[in-house]
């Protein structure tokens, strides 16, 4: 592994994770390439951040569940080719309902340099603690949607606060949001910012 990268459980006690890239329930509808395990890597710096939003969502009732941190480029370029591939519906409804995949890229929703790949980016969301139920959010994962977005209409009261309430864990934490998806965080102060790591991640 890349010096000064780090599996977040290690770092981060009481965190959950999913590394959904490395299973079969992601948009592309199999393991990406460079996710040769499930688990989840980032910078020693993003793990410290990691730290303080622990302790915040607690402070609310919550935990937090990653999705995903460090991406290495081969994933990218691996969504990129699977971009081209002739559409068959298999992961668009839940995904990409009102989008062909090409526009994933041109909306944003996916980059061709992702911020993932310099190790202080996360995807995450909020359990609650007592039950272990993930919060409702309005949309899942990597539901490339305008209903994704931060502050979109046609969300619950309920699900709205949720969202409100991990932003503000997030922001007070050092993190900036990404305005098309609820989910996705950047470190205020990442460590390499023009960086873009390609080492795959492994047990």
Request: charged residues 25%.
């Amino acid at each position: 592994m890349q010096s000064d990268f780090v599996f977040v459980d290690e770092h981060v006690p009481g965190i959950r994770w999913d590394a959904k890239y490395a299973t079969w329930d992601n948009f592309t509808g199999k393991p990406v390439d460079g996710y040769l395990a499930n688990r989840t890597v980032g910078t020693t710096a993003l793990c410290a951040a990691l730290e303080k939003a622990r302790d915040k969502a607690e402070s609310l009732g919550f935990g937090l569940l990653l999705w995903d941190g460090y991406r290495p480029q081969r994933a990218v370029d691996c969504f990129l080719r699977w971009s081209a591939q002739p559409e068959d519906g298999r992961t668009k409804l839940r995904h990409y309902p009102n989008i062909a995949r090409a526009e994933m890229f041109e909306q944003g929703y996916v980059a061709t340099k992702s911020g993932h790949s310099r190790g202080s980016t996360v995807d995450l969301t909020l359990f609650d603690l007592a039950t272990g139920e993930l919060a409702p959010m309005g949309g899942d994962h990597d539901l490339m949607d305008p209903i994704s977005h931060h502050g979109a209409p046609g969300v619950t009261s309920v699900e709205a606060r949720n969202r409100r309430d991990l932003c503000s864990i997030m922001e007070a934490s050092g993190f900036d949001r990404y305005d098309s998806e609820w989910w996705h965080y950047t470190l205020r102060d990442e460590p390499y910012p023009d960086s873009y790591f390609d080492f795959p991640i492994t047990s």
